[in-house]
C-alpha cells in the first residue's frame, strides 16, 4: 500500500500546477486586441453583412 506522505504530495504539486495555469490563462494579453468581438455588430461586420 502506498503511502499518504506520498499522495498529498503530489495532489498538492498537482494543484499548485493547475493554480499557476489557470492565473496565466486568465490575465489579458495586453498586445492581443479585441475591441467588439463579442457583439453581434462585430460578427455582422467580419463577415461583411449588411445591417451591422
Known amino acids: ?6 499522495w498529498y504530495r503530489h495532489v498538492t504539486l498537482a494543484l499548485w ?6 492565473a496565466d490563462l486568465a490575465r489579458p494579453d495586453p498586445q492581443k486586441k479585441s475591441p ?3 457583439s453581434l455588430r462585430a460578427f455582422k461586420r ?7
Open 17 to 22: 500546477a493547475l493554480a499557476l495555469l489557470a
Open 1 to 6: 500500500m502506498r503511502s499518504a506522505h506520498g
Open 36 to 38: 467588439d468581438t463579442n
Open 46 to 52: 467580419s463577415r461583411g453583412l449588411a445591417g451591422g
